[in-house]
């Protein structure tokens, strides 16, 4: 094992650390039990061969060229006429080929740092970072239904990805908490990620001036240093496809990309709306879009970290309504990890994504059909990968629980099977005669506990005693794990005299403008 | 696409037929569209390494010498004996590579005719086929709850299964009529296959005068010497496991080997109760049963048909209950795929399994843990792909219909992505300026119809929408599809005079003994 599977591992952490980190590590020791990055060792699910690979980076070459793209924001318009583009009014064309040259200096893989360091995580290569969702303005629960989301929704759903061994990354958006002034929103949630939680964490993208908050708040809790030597945060730019970045997310790019922040790079595409109806379309516009947004970040800051992202959905022709879980998605999906692998650079898709009200079986089928492709093709980083539902409108507690005890699975899945003797099983074989069972062996005896995976909320008893307590369906059950885990939740520890800088900085800021919704 | 590729797509059929195949084929034509044979595009998902098959390969051959496998059956033990190997009592115990020996007259791959020509399915190779669920005594529907199922519910899951596209396969027991007399209910059974639907049949096993029914019946409708030429039925032998063969089983299956009729031996098995704990001890066992029992079949007719099969489930260690979409059976599924592989015989595992007691959420997650292993690993025949609830016990429509629409995407998936000019979109692209949209360029137009798959029974529709139809989830809505499936079918077409036989041989034999119940 070397010192990045280590760190992917999560068993780096105290023991190479000095004595005030020590100190610092033993403040902020987890209470809850995390899982490692996910580490893959079965192979990759791949769609396109070489030749076609080839076709999709030549013509995202030519979309570049003929096309170009449109950047919204003066600065950056600059930045790229000095950099040798080819700009007019707010559209920028590139010659063949000076998009990847600018995406060398992006790393392969980067760690980004959490509050608790045995949490970092690393991004890139095998491994796969799984993050909950992320944006929905309304929330979902078994008992109280649809509304609304508020920012105790926030926290709770925030401790609830703190708890889930299997969900790496506190995420960031987890659902918007529209009880909150728009203006001062990103400040509550980006305090409540650091105090409720000691995952890493996202930022926030909707004002340059809330990103450059977020960056202040991460020096408060990392160092000032430390935040402009390592990424302490990841977060999310969506280009406007087709074709598009706007003023605002370049505002919160440069921002980011200047502080040495991590951020994806996605373009976010209903297909046959804003992008060809192909799924070899999709991923050509998608390619030449991710191209140039991760250039312009190597322009502000070379080897600043970035993530080569794509979200793209199917739609529905009858209504224009995006639908998931489709295949056609999931192709573009397996293609664009393979162009990603092929630029060297993180990939960030999939997710637990779905177009179902409820957490019924629609919303389990389609999220299992885009959760496959993404860990078998090679994702790296999985936004919205619990708790996502209704196409993203909603954020919902117990599809959350669900989820997260599939991506617990697939990870011991991709953890391959053990070949070693005791996996091999030949003694308790020779325990026992044709026709007698094995229970009582003493194979099965000394692997019995850890032997199967068990599952959080899945009924496997008898129908009866399922129907002696209530006939209750997973939704419902799932509700119970979320009430519990709610009454049984332990914040991380903190150092104080952080927590209260923190707090402060976010009452001055509050107090310094008034409450605006936008 | 060579004969075997038009065969499986479903594309040979009539025009290579004389005069007296081709009018028979006019009268049996389809009614339904159904799909051709899932053809797998995408690379497999393997989980073993050569070196570790070899050590898998190693034991099993450990275990046949010096364990062996108990065939309960006085002919079977006569027949290994004058094969060579060692008999004592009911056991037999096998020189290493014998019974690989004797599995090398095993066809590949092999056409398992339909009464509708263009339904027949190659079974082998890089093919999929989708059979129904088999086997449960049970039956739920959204309206009727969970009830012993019955002859009326048996025929409608025929029908339902003839109707679905994505099912290529009729099935067998696809719950158990328990209405019926158990002596008399094959009849009714494979008749009602033979009737209701034109796809390809399972035949009995549960003795072996009832397997004897099965090609009789066989023999009515496809022609007395074509089915001693031709596989018309494939059938289900589970070995006892751990490492026996009962005389039930072997009695049919040496009805069936003699007919040339295929049939699938399974080790089906709950592993640490029939198995070691451990996913590669599991995997030992299987390999070692099913060498025995399929190089058995080559002892009766070299060259008949067989499928290597495999059902494992994990269990709960504290109830004993079998639990199902853990990863541990996940990795047997794809171990043995290899080890399949590897021996030149087409493979069958898999199955929309679950525990769960309704279609809701547990089931669809549980559901697709097995799917996909199962489509991405290389399964060729793939028994209880749609309609499995509760472990096996319950037969249910809804599910039928649910599963079945997610494997119409499985398939559509493996299909992979197209390249060609129209896939790569660049006049679509070359349409729009950025910020435009797609949705009037004349190539999503002319792509509008066919570029993304529609779902039968997702709801896309907004919330509002949604709510407005009475917020119902997928388990309600599929029942509806049940019902307007139910009220539309129409039966094949068949040779009256055919028909006519058959119902007299039904007759017959169930006048020719009194009702029995075992």
């Not at 800021?509 to 008034?514: D, I, L, Q, R, Y």
């Given at each position: 094992?070397?010192?990045?599977?280590?760190?992917?591992?999560?068993?780096?952490?105290?023991?190479?650390?000095?004595?005030?980190?020590?100190?610092?590590?033993?403040?902020?020791?987890?209470v809850?039990?995390?899982?490692?990055?996910?580490q893959?060792?079965?192979?990759?699910?791949?769609i396109?061969?070489?030749?076609s690979?080839?076709?999709?980076?030549?013509?995202?070459?030519?979309?570049?060229?003929?096309?170009?793209i449109?950047?919204?924001?003066?600065?950056?318009?600059?930045?790229?006429?000095?950099?040798?583009?080819?700009?007019?009014?707010?559209?920028?064309?590139?010659e063949?080929?000076?998009?990847?040259?600018f995406?060398?200096t992006?790393p392969?893989?980067?760690?980004?740092f959490?509050?608790?360091?045995?949490?970092?995580?690393?991004?890139?290569?095998?491994?796969?970072?799984?993050?909950?969702?992320?944006?929905p303005?309304?929330?979902?629960?078994?008992e109280?239904?649809?509304?609304?989301?508020?920012?105790?929704?926030?926290?709770n759903?925030?401790?609830?990805?703190?708890?889930?061994?299997?969900?790496?990354?506190?995420?960031g958006?987890?659902?918007?908490?529209?009880?909150?002034?728009?203006?001062?929103r990103h400040?509550?949630m980006?305090?409540?990620h650091l105090?409720?939680?000691?995952?890493?964490?996202m930022?926030s993208?909707?004002?340059?001036?809330?990103?450059?908050?977020?960056?202040?708040?991460l020096?408060?809790?990392?160092?000032?240093?430390?935040?402009?030597?390592?990424?302490?945060?990841?977060?999310?730019?969506?280009a406007?496809?087709?074709m598009?970045?706007?003023?605002?997310m370049?505002?919160?790019?440069?921002?980011?990309a200047?502080?040495?922040?991590?951020?994806?790079?996605?373009?976010?595409?209903?297909a046959?709306?804003?992008?060809?109806v192909?799924?070899?379309?999709?991923m050509?516009?998608?390619?030449?879009?991710?191209?140039?947004g991760?250039?312009?970040?190597?322009?502000?800051?070379?080897?600043?970290p970035?993530?080569?992202?794509?979200f793209a959905?199917?739609m529905?022709?009858?209504?224009?309504?995006?639908t998931f879980?489709?295949?056609?998605?999931?192709?573009?999906?397996?293609?664009m990890?393979?162009?990603?692998?092929?630029?060297?650079?993180?990939?960030?898709?999939?997710?637990?994504?779905c177009?179902?009200k409820?957490?019924?079986?629609q919303?389990?089928?389609?999220?299992?059909?885009?959760?496959?492709?993404?860990?078998?093709?090679?994702?790296n980083?999985?936004?919205?990968?619990?708790?996502?539902?209704?196409?993203g409108?909603v954020?919902?507690?117990?599809?959350?629980?669900?989820?997260?005890d599939?991506?617990?699975?697939?990870?011991?899945?991709?953890?391959?099977?053990?070949?070693?003797?005791?996996?091999?099983?030949?003694s308790g074989?020779?325990?026992?005669e044709?026709?007698a069972?094995?229970?009582g062996?003493?194979?099965?005896?000394a692997?019995?506990?850890?032997?199967f995976?068990?599952?959080t909320?899945?009924?496997s008893n008898?129908f009866?005693?399922?129907?002696?307590?209530?006939?209750?369906?997973?939704?419902?059950?799932?509700?119970?794990?979320?009430?519990?885990?709610?009454?049984?939740?332990?914040?991380?520890?903190i150092?104080?005299?952080?927590?209260?800088?923190?707090?402060?900085f976010?009452?001055?800021k509050?107090?310094?403008?008034?409450?605006?919704?936008?």
């Amino acid at each position: 094992m070397n010192n990045e599977q280590e760190a992917a591992s999560g068993r780096r952490g105290r023991s190479k650390q000095g004595g005030a980190a020590s100190r610092r590590a033993a403040r902020t020791a987890a209470v809850h039990t995390s899982l490692p990055v996910l580490q893959r060792n079965l192979p990759l699910m791949e769609i396109l061969s070489p030749e076609s690979l080839e076709i999709v980076e030549a013509n995202a070459e030519i979309l570049l060229q003929e096309i170009g793209i449109e950047f919204r924001d003066e600065e950056a318009l600059a930045i790229w006429k000095d950099a040798g583009a080819d700009v007019q009014g707010s559209r920028v064309r590139f010659e063949k080929g000076m998009c990847r040259q600018f995406c060398q200096t992006l790393p392969s893989e980067f760690e980004q740092f959490a509050r608790n360091r045995e949490r970092n995580v690393i991004i890139g290569g095998k491994r796969t970072v799984f993050a909950p969702v992320y944006g929905p303005p309304f929330y979902r629960d078994f008992e109280s239904g649809r509304r609304y989301a508020t920012i105790e929704d926030f926290q709770n759903l925030v401790k609830l990805a703190y708890m889930l061994p299997a969900l790496h990354h506190s995420g960031g958006t987890v659902c918007e908490p529209v009880d909150v002034p728009v203006n001062k929103r990103h400040l509550d949630m980006v305090y409540s990620h650091l105090r409720y939680s000691d995952k890493p964490i996202m930022g926030s993208v909707t004002a340059p001036e809330r990103a450059q908050d977020t960056v202040d708040m991460l020096k408060i809790a990392f160092g000032e240093e430390f935040v402009d030597q390592n990424a302490c945060s990841i977060s999310l730019i969506n280009a406007n496809s087709p074709m598009v970045f706007d003023d605002t997310m370049l505002g919160a790019l440069k921002v980011y990309a200047r502080n040495n922040q991590a951020c994806i790079v996605s373009p976010f595409i209903i297909a046959g709306a804003m992008s060809p109806v192909t799924p070899l379309g999709t991923m050509t516009q998608a390619l030449a879009e991710a191209l140039a947004g991760l250039a312009f970040t190597q322009l502000l800051r070379p080897g600043c970290p970035m993530v080569f992202g794509t979200f793209a959905a199917s739609m529905s022709m009858q209504t224009g309504a995006p639908t998931f879980g489709t295949p056609e998605p999931a192709m573009v999906l397996l293609g664009m990890g393979q162009l990603a692998r092929r630029l060297g650079v993180p990939f960030r898709s999939g997710g637990g994504l779905c177009a179902s009200k409820t957490p019924d079986a629609q919303a389990a089928y389609e999220t299992m059909n885009t959760l496959y492709p993404a860990v078998f093709g090679g994702v790296n980083f999985m936004l919205h990968a619990a708790g996502w539902l209704e196409g993203g409108l909603v954020s919902s507690p117990e599809k959350m629980i669900l989820d997260a005890d599939n991506l617990h699975m697939l990870q011991i899945l991709q953890g391959g099977a053990a070949t070693d003797e005791n996996a091999q099983a030949m003694s308790g074989i020779r325990e026992i005669e044709p026709g007698a069972h094995f229970l009582g062996t003493a194979h099965t005896q000394a692997n019995f506990e850890t032997a199967f995976y068990k599952s959080t909320y899945a009924d496997s008893n008898s129908f009866e005693q399922w129907e002696a307590e209530g006939s209750r369906e997973a939704f419902a059950r799932a509700n119970d794990i979320f009430k519990k885990m709610m009454a049984t939740y332990q914040a991380p520890s903190i150092d104080p005299a952080i927590d209260e800088a923190l707090r402060a900085f976010v009452d001055q800021k509050k107090g310094a403008e008034p409450d605006m919704n936008y």
